[in-house]
C-alpha cells in the first residue's frame, strides 16, 4: 500500500512507469525476503527429528505474483493521474443517493429470498438439499451473531472481542438446564439463556465500562478466554474438555420430529422425512435474526439507540451533553450479550453437542471480521458478510477446477482465516467507516443532510 | 525451600521472555497509542525462522559448532524479523494514521489472523519439536534424599537467557536515551505534530520503533524455541496477550515497567502453576490484565493518561 509518492504533474508521464517498475520490484523483493523461510523453506517432522524441505516453485511465483500485482496496482490506482478506483469510491454526489434505495430493495429482496430458502434449496438442489439446508442455517447463524455483536461493535462503538464468550454462556445455559430438568424444552429455555448471557454482560461490562476504546477490548478479549477456560476446567459441571452431549432438539407445540405417531409429520399428515428438522431449524434461526433486526431497527430510533451512536462518534462530547455513558454502554453490552445468548443456544440445540472447542478467541474474531467487513454498523452489510464469507468459500470446496489446478488436496476452508484477515486489514485501510460509507443520520434538525464518513471527525471519538 | 528457589528461577527466565516482548507492545504504545495485537505473532514468526536458520545450518550445512551458530540464528532471525515488522506497519498501520481509534486495533487483528493461518498452512499446523541444545547447568542446592530437599539447578539455557535480556534491556535504554533516534522517538511520543515540525521523520521513527520491536521478539522467539523446544503457528496468541499483560502492569510506554511487568508475570505465572492449579494459570495472567486495567491503569512504573478533548 502506497503512499503516492509526489512527483511534479509534468514529469509524471515520462516517470510513472520508471518509478512503478521501481515500487514493484521493491514489494517482489520484500517478499522474497519475507517468504525465504515460510514459502521457500518447510520444516517437517521426519523420523529422525526434524527436517527442512524447499519450495522454490512457490516462493518464486509468490514474488511474481507480488511484482505484477503491484505493478498493476501502481500503473492503474495509485501513480496515475485517472486511478480506475475513482468511479466507485469518489463520486460522492452521484453515488451516495442510490444507496439507501439499493439498500433497502436489496433488504427486501433478501427477506424474501430467505423466507422461502429451504423450498428454493429442495427445489432447485434435490440431491445437497440436507447440506445447503445445514449450510444456510451455518450463515443465518452468523448472520444473526454479526447483528448482536454490531449493536455493541457497530452501533455503540465498543470494540468487544470476548463476544464469543456470551455465545458459550447462552450455549451452556440452555445444554445444562435441559440436561438437568427434564421439563424445560427449547423454547423455555431461550428467554432464559438470553437472560443469564445478558447479566453475564451485566456483570463483566459493568467493571471494564470505564476503560477506553483499545483497553476496553483487550479486557473483553481476556474475559472472553477466562470463560472458555474456566468451561474447559469446571469438570463437575461443564463437563470439561468432553462437553455436554444428549441436548435436546426443539420441539414444534411440544411435539417433536420423530417417525412416531406423535411427531409432527404424522400431525400434519405428510410423509416423514430427516429433512423436515433442518427446515424447522432454519425457521427457528430465521426467526431469532429477524427479531434480532428488527429489536435493533427499532432501538435506533430510540433515545437509547442514539445515545449509542453519539457515544460512537464522540464519547467526551457525549457526557458533555448529559448522557449517562456508563448506562448507555451497559445496554449495549447486555443486549448485545443477550443476542449472543440466544444464537448460543440455538447452536446448543442444533448440534446436540457442545464443548469448549467451538467457544475459541477465533470465533470472535469470525464474528468481529463479518462485522467490519459489512460496515461498522450496517444490517445488510452484515448479511453480505456471512454469505460471502461463510457461504462463499464453504461453496468453493464443491467447485471442481480449483482442484483440478492446485491438487487434489486443495481445501479452500483451509484459506478461509487468511482470507478473513487479509480482508478485514483491506477494507480497514481502504474504507475505514466500512462497504456502505454514507451512514443515515437518525436525528434530523429540519432537514435531512448526508453525512459522508469523511465528514465525520475520525479524531478522537473511540 | 528448594521448591521454591527453582520456581523463582524458572519465573525470572520466563519472565525475561515476556519481558522482551513486552518492550515491542509498550514501545509501540507510547510512540502511536495503538495496542499492536500482531506483535505476539512477530514473536511466533520469529521463532519459525529462527527453527529454519537452525536447522539450515546444522542439517543443511553442517555447522556443529554451537555458539556461533546460535549467534549466526539471532542476527538472521532478527533481520528477517524485522522486516516482517516493518511490513505488518507499512500495510497495516500506516495507513490509518489519523483515522478513528479502533481503526488500527482492527487491522491490527486482521493482520494477527494473518500471520498465524499464513503459518499454519506454510509450515503446517503440527507442533515442531526441537531436541534441548544447550544441556547441563550449575547445581545451586544439591538435593537431600533422606530430608526430601529437590536439586535446585540454575541451566545454561536459563543463564542465557537471563543475561542476554539484561544485555538487550540496557542496550534499548541507552538508546532511548543517548541516541538521535531515541530523542527523535521520545520527541513523537511527546507530540507527533510538533516533531515532525521540527523536522523528525515521524513515519521513519515509527518504522523504526516497529523494527525495534520486531527484533526484540525473534530474540523472544529464539529463546522460546530454545528453552521450551516446542513451537506452534499458535504461540504468539497467549505470549503476546501476557506480554501485553506485562506491558500494562509495569505501565504502558515505560521500557524498565515493561521489563518489571514481565518479570511480574513470569513469577507469577510459574508460582501460579507450582501451588495452585497448572489448568487455570492462564487465567491467572488474564485476571491480572482485568485487574490492572480496571484498578491501575497507567500501571506500576507509568505515568497516569491525561484525556485531551
Not at chain 2, 543443511?60 to 549467534?71: I, S, T
Amino acid at each position: 500500500m502506497a503512499a503516492p509518492t509526489v512527483t511534479a504533474p509534468s514529469r509524471q508521464d515520462t516517470n510513472s512507469f520508471a518509478a512503478s517498475v521501481k515500487d514493484a520490484a521493491i514489494a517482489g523483493a520484500l517478499t522474497g525476503v519475507l517468504g525465504f523461510f515460510f514459502l521457500a523453506l518447510r520444516t517437517e517432522i521426519a523420523p529422525g527429528g526434524l527436517e527442512v524441505s524447499t519450495r522454490w516453485g512457490v516462493w518464486i511465483v509468490a514474488i511474481l505474483i507480488v511484482f505484477a500485482g503491484r505493478l498493476l496496482l501502481n500503473l492503474f490506482v495509485f501513480k496515475t493521474d485517472k486511478p480506475v478506483t475513482r468511479y466507485f469510491s469518489t463520486g460522492k454526489s452521484s453515488a451516495s443517493p442510490r444507496l439507501p434505495w439499493l439498500g433497502r430493495a436489496l433488504g427486501i429482496f433478501l427477506f424474501l429470498v430467505a423466507t422461502v430458502l429451504p423450498f428454493l434449496i429442495i427445489a432447485l438442489f434435490p440431491a445437497q438439499q440436507r447440506q445447503f439446508i445445514d449450510l444456510a442455517i451455518l450463515i443465518m447463524t452468523y448472520v444473526m451473531l454479526g447483528w448482536g455483536l454490531n449493536i455493541v461493535v457497530g452501533l455503540a462503538g465498543l470494540l468487544d472481542l470476548g463476544y464469543v464468550a456470551f455465545y458459550a454462556v447462552g450455549a451452556y445455559s440452555f445444554a445444562l438446564l435441559s440436561t438437568h430438568f427434564e421439563f424445560i424444552g427449547f423454547w423455555t429455555a431461550l428467554p432464559l439463556a438470553g437472560m443469564l448471557a445478558a447479566f453475564w454482560g451485566l456483570i463483566l461490562g459493568f467493571p471494564v465500562l470505564r476503560l477506553r476504546g483499545d483497553y476496553l477490548a483487550i479486557v473483553t478479549l481476556a474475559f472472553g478466554e477466562i470463560i472458555r477456560i474456566v468451561l474447559l476446567n469446571w469438570y463437575d459441571f461443564t463437563g470439561g474438555p468432553n462437553g455436554i452431549s444428549g441436548i435436546p432438539k426443539p420441539t414444534f407445540l411440544g411435539m417433536d420430529f420423530s417417525r412416531g405417531d406423535d411427531g409432527v409429520a404424522a400431525f400434519l399428515g405428510i410423509e416423514y422425512s430427516t429433512i423436515h428438522r433442518f427446515i424447522y431449524l432454519y425457521y427457528i434461526i430465521f426467526l431469532l435474526a429477524i427479531i434480532t433486526n428488527l429489536v435493533t431497527m427499532r432501538l435506533r430510533k430510540l433515545p437509547v439507540g442514539r445515545a449509542w451512536e453519539a457515544l460512537r462518534e464522540d464519547e467526551i462530547a457525549c457526557r458533555s451533553l448529559g448522557i449517562n455513558t456508563t448506562n448507555t454502554k451497559l445496554t449495549a453490552f447486555a443486549i448485545g450479550a443477550m443476542f449472543g445468548g440466544f444464537a448460543g443456544s440455538f447452536f446448543a440445540t442444533r448440534q446436540g453437542f457442545i464443548s469448549p472447542e467451538s467457544f475459541t478467541f477465533l470465533e470472535s474474531a469470525i464474528i468481529l471480521a463479518i462485522v467490519v467487513l459489512g460496515g461498522l454498523g450496517s444490517q445488510i452489510g452484515v448479511v453480505i458478510a456471512s454469505v460471502v464469507m461463510i457461504g462463499g468459500i464453504e461453496l468453493l470446496r464443491n467447485i471442481g477446477f480449483l482442484s483440478q489446478i492446485f491438487g487434489p488436496d486443495f481445501d479452500p476452508v483451509q484459506y478461509r482465516m487468511l482470507i478473513f484477515g487479509l480482508a478485514m486489514v483491506g477494507i480497514m485501510v481502504w474504507k475505514p467507516r466500512g462497504l456502505v460509507t454514507t451512514r443515515e443520520p437518525t436525528a434530523v434538525l429540519k432537514e435531512k443532510k448526508r453525512i459522508g464518513a469523511d465528514m465525520v471527525a475520525q479524531g478522537e471519538g473511540h | 525451600m528448594e521448591y521454591f528457589v527453582q520456581q523463582l528461577i524458572n519465573g525470572l527466565t520466563l519472565g525475561s521472555i515476556y519481558g522482551l516482548i513486552a518492550i515491542g507492545y509498550t514501545m509501540v504504545y507510547g510512540i502511536i497509542g495503538m495496542i499492536n495485537f500482531a506483535h505476539g505473532d512477530i514473536f511466533m514468526i520469529g521463532s519459525f525462522i529462527a527453527l529454519a536458520t537452525f536447522l539450515v545450518l546444522t542439517t543443511v550445512l553442517g555447522f556443529a559448532f554451537l555458539p556461533v551458530v546460535l549467534l549466526i540464528v539471532l542476527i538472521i532471525s532478527m533481520l528477517f524479523t524485522s522486516a516482517w515488522g516493518w511490513t505488518v506497519e507499512r500495510i497495516a498501520y500506516r495507513p490509518l494514521r489519523g483515522s478513528f481509534r479502533l481503526a488500527p486495533l482492527i487491522t491490527a487483528i486482521g493482520m494477527s489472523i494473518v500471520l498465524q493461518n499464513f503459518v499454519q498452512i506454510s509450515q503446517g499446523a503440527r507442533v515442531k519439536p526441537l531436541p534441548p541444545q544447550i544441556p547441563g547447568g550449575i547445581v545451586l542446592m544439591t538435593g537431600d534424599t533422606e530430608t526430601g530437599a529437590m536439586v535446585v539447578q540454575l541451566s545454561y539455557m536459563q543463564m542465557i537467557i537471563i543475561a542476554t535480556t539484561l544485555v538487550l534491556l540496557t542496550g534499548f535504554t541507552l538508546m532511548i536515551s543517548r541516541t538521535s533516534l531515541g530523542r527523535a522517538q521520545r520527541a513523537c511520543e511527546q507530540d507527533r505534530k510538533m516533531a515532525s515540525l521540527l523536522g523528525v521523520n515521524v513515519d521513519r521513527t515509527i518504522s523504526l520503533t516497529f523494527v525495534m520491536g520486531a527484533a526484540l521478539a525473534s530474540v523472544a522467539g529464539l529463546m522460546f524455541l530454545l528453552l521450551y523446544g516446542v513451537i506452534d503457528f499458535y504461540i504468539g496468541f497467549l505470549a503476546g496477550v501476557k506480554a501485553f499483560t506485562a506491558a500494562v502492569l509495569g505501565g504502558i510506554g515505560s521500557l524498565p515497567g515493561a521489563m518489571l511487568g514481565g518479570l511480574l508475570i513470569g513469577l507469577i505465572e510459574v508460582f501460579w502453576s507450582g501451588y495452585f492449579t497448572v489448568e487455570y494459570k492462564d487465567v491467572a495472567a488474564f485476571s491480572i490484565l482485568a485487574i490492572v486495567l480496571i484498578f491501575l491503569p497507567s500501571g506500576l512504573l507509568g505515568k497516569p493518561e491525561v484525556e485531551k478533548v
